[in-house]
């Protein structure tokens, strides 16, 4: 039984629904849940990070349980050491700030008066005279006053202003364990969170292959393949990133550490440290690892020359890391966009607080993965993956329907860098011609727009073919190019031209246009191949009468169909042209220039000593 539209509809908004209502579900199930789900993260990031050495510890013979055991306990400890060293730093720090007090005072006092101590000091000795002029002056009042009291009365009254009580309150010191109980509830809910990691952590190591055989179960033991190809990229991924960024950040600090101990910034090896921990946290992290040293120096050196070196030493180690290292390192490990990792940062932050911030991006390679290979997730690999939304065809065609053509020659120059000449004209501009083309037989194509592409690709062939340093031609055979019906097809046969002849061979090209027209100029030109550009959909007929036509009029003529589509079968293509009328049909200018090369091989097509005007034309139509 057939469903109307009506019910399609409904059962497409219900399904919407459903979706939406799922997303939503799955954010507040995350939200509630981030007790447990917090921990369970972190361990299974943890997990992706120490799997490597485990794997490497079992191999040589050491166990499963002594790997996992060995490796945890060097983890803590070097967790734990560097925080012990970091806690010890900042102890040592913090009771050096009070001998700092003297400088701190003296760079405020110089942002505030940016113009400098000397008009400081002016204006203080200004201020300083105005305020003994006006004492002098008060006290030369006072002094004529007293003669004309003491004549009035011979005595005087004395007034005296009574201060106020100030209120004193007596305020207990805090005792220690006052002390301990306000630093002891964080203490406990950090040892909580990370003896939770660590367990989660243990039993993932350890019951790896159970965990795994667990999800093939839950995804289907149809689908191990894509599950197991699935589990395999994710756990490379993350595992990869993990590592890159340990390696980077560690460099970071290391470089941070070095610079900041010549330029004399104090516990310049804590510093470095701290930067590189602080580097795991994206965006915010980055600026504090460097604020820090920075306003220490201040503190610490008199003047602004270190401060500024040690904001240098700061800025030229980010820079070059995260403008010429993190992009080729990351882009090539994570597969995420630029703004899917600001938007999942703000996403994850907003869910979990600091510590999703720092766990944000390996959550979203794992995403990334499951929209590349679970079908329904698919929209989550198209918004945060880094692979093109759009074909190059589709992306040089839309530029183009855009009107803009400068967009457009920048897609298709960027392509011919990467792939060349031939898979530009085959797998890029031949696709969106045809794109046009289809568009222009669904009435869907303005005629400004038409134009402009036709225009733009007519103009980048020639630019192309002015450019290309040509092989001697060879005299064998000369080739003629007809288009089977409209420019379209014009513009394919000069690309064809183009091809054979940075291949060698003497060939040329005639503009669309009616068919006696066309039939005159190839008796006039007498070529010894003729090929016939047809570029889908909708040209095979007329392609069909063109080749009958020219094999009753030249018996003898070597006529190939260039019907440019790679999916199109050429049988089907051969049979509904006419096996009599056609030699061959190539679907490519790969297989085209191929075939001419066969041909000059073999010898089957004949020198024809007429042939000689076609040898020097240019690479435009006529």
């Known amino acids: 039984m057939k469903m109307g539209p009506e019910h399609s509809r409904h059962g497409s908004e219900l399904s919407t629904f459903a979706s939406l209502a799922t997303i939503g579900l799955v954010i507040c199930g995350l939200y509630f849940g981030k007790e447990v789900l917090v921990p369970f993260a972190l361990a299974l990031l943890l997990t992706f990070l120490l799997t490597p050495p485990v794997t490497w510890l079992e191999k040589l013979k050491f166990g499963r349980a002594p790997s996992v055991v060995l490796v945890l306990t060097l983890a803590v400890a070097t967790a734990s050491?560097?925080?012990?060293?970091?806690?010890?730093?900042?102890?040592?720090?913090?009771?050096?700030?009070?001998?700092?007090?003297?400088?701190?005072q003296k760079k405020i006092a110089a942002m505030r008066n940016p113009a400098g101590h000397s008009l400081e000091r002016a204006r203080q000795n200004i201020e300083q005279l105005r305020r003994e002029l006006a004492g002098k002056a008060a006290s030369d009042e006072?002094?004529?006053?007293?003669?004309?009291?003491?004549?009035?009365?011979?005595?005087?009254?004395?007034?005296?202003?009574?201060?106020?009580?100030?209120?004193?309150?007596?305020?207990?010191?805090?005792?220690?364990?006052?002390l301990l109980d306000s630093l002891g509830a964080p203490l406990v809910r950090f040892l909580e969170q990370a003896g939770a990691v660590l367990i989660f952590a243990l039993f993932m190591l350890m019951q790896r292959a159970d965990l795994r055989n667990r999800l093939f179960r839950l995804f289907?033991?149809?689908?191990?393949?894509?599950?197991?190809?699935?589990?395999?990229?994710?756990?490379?991924?993350?595992?990869?990133?993990?590592?890159?960024?340990?390696?980077?950040?560690?460099?970071?600090?290391?470089?941070?550490?070095?610079?900041?101990?010549?330029?004399?910034?104090?516990?310049?090896?804590?510093?470095?440290?701290?930067?590189?921990?602080?580097?795991?946290?994206?965006?915010?992290?980055?600026?504090?690892?460097?604020?820090?040293?920075?306003?220490?120096?201040?503190?610490?050196?008199e003047g602004w020359a270190r401060p500024l070196l040690t904001f240098g030493v700061y800025a030229t180690i980010e820079l070059t890391i995260s403008v010429a290292i993190e992009p080729w390192l990351y882009g090539a490990h994570t597969g995420i966009s630029a703004l899917a990792i600001l938007v999942s940062a703000a996403f994850w932050t907003l869910l979990?607080?600091?510590?999703?911030?720092?766990?944000?991006?390996?959550?979203?390679?794992?995403?990334?993965?499951?929209?590349?290979?679970?079908?329904?997730?698919?929209?989550?690999?198209?918004?945060?993956?880094?692979?093109p939304v759009l074909p190059p065809e589709a992306c040089y065609y839309q530029r183009l329907l855009a009107l803009n053509e400068e967009?457009?020659?920048?897609?298709?120059?960027?392509?011919?860098?990467?792939?060349?000449?031939?898979?530009?004209?085959?797998?890029?501009?031949?696709?969106?011609?045809?794109?046009?083309?289809?568009?222009?037989?669904?009435?869907?194509?303005?005629?400004?727009?038409?134009r402009l592409i036709y225009q733009t690709?007519?103009?980048?062939?020639?630019?192309?073919?002015?450019?290309?340093?040509?092989?001697?031609?060879?005299e064998r055979f000369s080739i003629l190019c007809v288009p089977a019906r409209d420019e379209a097809d014009e513009l394919a046969g000069l690309m064809l031209v183009h091809i054979l002849r940075q291949a060698g061979f003497p060939s040329d090209a005639i503009a669309a246009g009616n068919g006696e027209a066309m039939i005159k100029s190839i008796e006039e030109r007498a070529p010894d191949v003729l090929f016939i550009s047809a570029l889908p959909p909708s040209t095979i007929g007329q392609a069909r009468s063109l080749c009958r036509n020219v094999r009753h009029r030249f018996p003898s003529l070597k006529i190939v169909v260039g019907?440019?589509?790679?999916?199109?079968?050429?049988?089907?293509?051969?049979?509904?042209?006419?096996?009599q009328y056609v030699d061959k049909v190539v679907t490519t200018l790969g297989e085209a220039e191929a075939q001419m090369k066969r041909y000059a091989g073999s010898g089957e097509v004949q020198e024809n000593a007429t042939l000689s005007g076609l040898h020097d034309t240019p690479l435009v139509v006529s």
Request: hydrophobic share 45%; glycine share 8%.
């Open 457 to 474: 690709t007519k103009d980048l062939i020639n630019e192309l073919s002015e450019q290309t340093a040509y092989l001697p031609l060879k």
């Open 407 to 450: 967009d457009a020659q920048e897609v298709a120059e960027t392509y011919l860098k990467e792939q060349g000449l031939l898979q530009l004209y085959d797998c890029m501009l031949l696709p969106a011609l045809s794109l046009a083309e289809r568009d222009r037989h669904e009435h869907a194509l303005e005629e400004d727009r038409e």
């Open 352 to 387: 979990w607080g600091p510590i999703g911030l720092v766990i944000s991006t390996p959550m979203t390679v794992c995403l990334v993965v499951l929209g590349r290979y679970v079908p329904p997730l698919k929209f989550l690999g198209v918004l945060l993956g880094d692979e």
């Open 220 to 301: 289907g033991s149809g689908n191990l393949n894509t599950t197991t190809t699935a589990m395999d990229d994710a756990a490379q991924r993350v595992s990869r990133y993990l590592f890159t960024q340990m390696i980077v950040n560690g460099s970071f600090g290391f470089l941070l550490g070095l610079g900041l101990h010549f330029v004399g910034v104090p516990n310049a090896p804590f510093w470095g440290v701290l930067g590189a921990i602080l580097r795991f946290i994206p965006y915010v992290g980055t600026l504090i690892a460097g604020l820090c040293p920075l306003v220490l120096a201040l503190a610490v050196f």
């Open 563 to 579: 019907f440019w589509d790679p999916t199109a079968e050429v049988g089907k293509v051969h049979e509904r042209l006419g096996a």
């Open 142 to 178: 006072k002094a004529k006053e007293r003669p004309s009291t003491k004549a009035a009365g011979g005595a005087h009254s004395v007034t005296t202003r009574v201060t106020p009580p100030v209120p004193v309150e007596i305020v207990n010191p805090p005792s220690s364990v006052d």
């Open 81 to 104: 050491g560097i925080l012990w060293v970091a806690a010890t730093q900042v102890t040592e720090v913090a009771s050096n700030l009070p001998h700092y007090q003297r400088n701190i």
